[in-house]
């Protein structure tokens, strides 16, 4: 069965410090992995995806994510935060297994200081 | 990747009544998803949409409260029937990125409907 946890309900940070959100994942087989950005009234965007070829996978908007099947995690990094990037982030695992599933991590909702 | 768009963008609707939400794809997709994503919370996924066959929908979801329809490949309706103030949400309507690698299971979502329910 597939899980996703994401450690960190809210993260605060200063603009032009790095950002770290956590997330965990469970999964029976090779998962997919993604970061989905929502900003306040508007849609979900992809940020980033796991696709098996490179454990470090580089997304939009200079976020970066790193697989590591060890510590089953999936973490989102960005190495200096932006007022922009202010907005929930949601770790999204999904997989094959038992039909297409796709599970939603809770959400960890980003606010950056001035 | 795949346009979605999503009628209507937001409703206030009374107690009791129902709301069709419409989701049109730019392109023809075999598998259409919906989401419920209640005020602060996660993605919840209510059920999938083939067309063709009847929507398959997920635990603590039932026909009777969210009738889908999938005429054909590109359009799909979502009715929230008998609504409470408790079905107040954002329904999202998404698709699987079917050109994609085999296995990335890559999802493309609409804007979202916000309902309120008084």
């Known amino acids: 069965a597939q899980s996703v946890t994401q450690l960190d309900s809210h993260v605060s940070v200063s603009e032009g410090t790095p950002v770290l959100l956590r997330c965990n994942y469970s999964?029976?087989?090779?998962?997919?992995l993604f970061w989905y950005v929502q900003h306040p009234n508007k849609g979900l965007q992809l940020l980033l995806k796991?696709?098996?070829?490179?454990?470090l996978v580089k997304g939009i908007n200079g976020f970066e994510a790193e697989f590591k099947k060890s510590e089953t995690s999936f973490h989102l990094t960005k190495p200096s935060a932006h007022m922009s990037d202010a907005a929930e982030y949601f770790c999204v695992v999904s997989d094959n297994t038992g039909g297409f599933k796709t599970i939603f991590g809770a959400g960890t909702r980003l606010f950056v200081k001035a | 990747s795949a346009v979605i768009s999503q009628k209507p963008s937001r409703d206030i609707c009374q107690r009791g009544t129902s709301l069709t939400i419409q989701c049109q794809v730019d392109s023809q997709v075999t598998m259409m998803f919906w989401y419920r994503q209640q005020p602060g919370q996660s993605l919840t996924l209510i059920a999938t949409?083939?067309?063709?066959?009847?929507?398959?929908?997920e635990s603590g979801f039932v026909i009777d409260k969210f009738p889908i329809s999938r005429p054909n490949l590109t359009f799909s309706t979502l009715t929230v029937s008998n609504m409470s103030p408790e079905d107040s949400s954002i329904y999202l309507c998404?698709?699987?990125?079917?050109?994609?690698?085999?296995?990335?299971?890559?999802?493309?979502f609409g804007p979202g409907t916000r309902l309120t329910v008084l």
């Open positions: 998404s698709v699987e990125d079917e050109l994609g690698l085999a296995g990335l299971n890559e999802q493309f």
């Open positions: 796991y696709t098996s070829a490179a454990t």
């Open positions: 949409a083939n067309q063709g066959s009847e929507a398959t929908y």
């Open positions: 999964s029976s087989y090779s998962p997919s």
